[in-house]
């Protein structure tokens, strides 16, 4: 996720968060990003120091630093991506589908959450919004989707 814009890049479901590898999900985001991130926060488990070593370090300017060590208040934390992760998990408990890794429900959340939800601390706009990606249409919904299938039918 964006720090600044509260976009999510990318997404991976694991049955464990310290032992699952989750460098698809680095590589995923750097793809999507087109870019190496700045600054990448995380709680500190080692499989995430490995994934980022694996993904994001370079010896060449400006490099990406790694901050593991968070603390619930100041500069550096993870507040932002745990919040989503309680949405997500609320949200599971009443749909219970997401057991299985293929499940289409985290890409219609994210779809929701980048380009749906209007977020407080955004103003009122959406993480979409804040990255200049503007939805135009009455139904975001069908926007979305026939933008999708168009999209797919000239690949």
């Given at each position: 996720m964006d720090d600044q814009t509260r976009y999510l890049i990318a997404q991976q479901v694991s049955d464990s968060k310290f032992t699952a590898d989750i460098t698809p999900l680095f590589r995923k985001a750097k793809l999507v990003a087109g870019k190496r991130p700045s600054v990448l926060i995380s709680d500190g488990a080692p499989n995430f120091n490995d994934a980022f070593k694996q993904e994001f370090f370079n010896r060449r300017?400006?490099?990406?630093?790694?901050?593991?060590?968070?603390?619930?208040?100041?500069?550096?934390?993870?507040?932002?991506?745990?919040?989503?992760?309680g949405e997500v998990r609320d949200r599971e408990k009443v749909m219970r589908s997401l057991k299985k890794s293929d499940s289409s429900i985290l890409t219609g959340y994210q779809l929701f959450h980048n380009y749906m939800r209007p977020h407080m601390a955004l103003d009122g706009k959406t993480p979409a919004e804040m990255c200049g990606i503007e939805i135009v249409g009455e139904n975001k919904w069908k926007t979305i989707i026939e933008n999708a299938k168009s999209t797919k039918a000239t690949d």
């Amino acid at each position: 996720m964006d720090d600044q814009t509260r976009y999510l890049i990318a997404q991976q479901v694991s049955d464990s968060k310290f032992t699952a590898d989750i460098t698809p999900l680095f590589r995923k985001a750097k793809l999507v990003a087109g870019k190496r991130p700045s600054v990448l926060i995380s709680d500190g488990a080692p499989n995430f120091n490995d994934a980022f070593k694996q993904e994001f370090f370079n010896r060449r300017k400006p490099r990406s630093r790694n901050i593991k060590h968070i603390r619930m208040q100041g500069d550096h934390n993870n507040n932002k991506m745990e919040r989503l992760n309680g949405e997500v998990r609320d949200r599971e408990k009443v749909m219970r589908s997401l057991k299985k890794s293929d499940s289409s429900i985290l890409t219609g959340y994210q779809l929701f959450h980048n380009y749906m939800r209007p977020h407080m601390a955004l103003d009122g706009k959406t993480p979409a919004e804040m990255c200049g990606i503007e939805i135009v249409g009455e139904n975001k919904w069908k926007t979305i989707i026939e933008n999708a299938k168009s999209t797919k039918a000239t690949d």
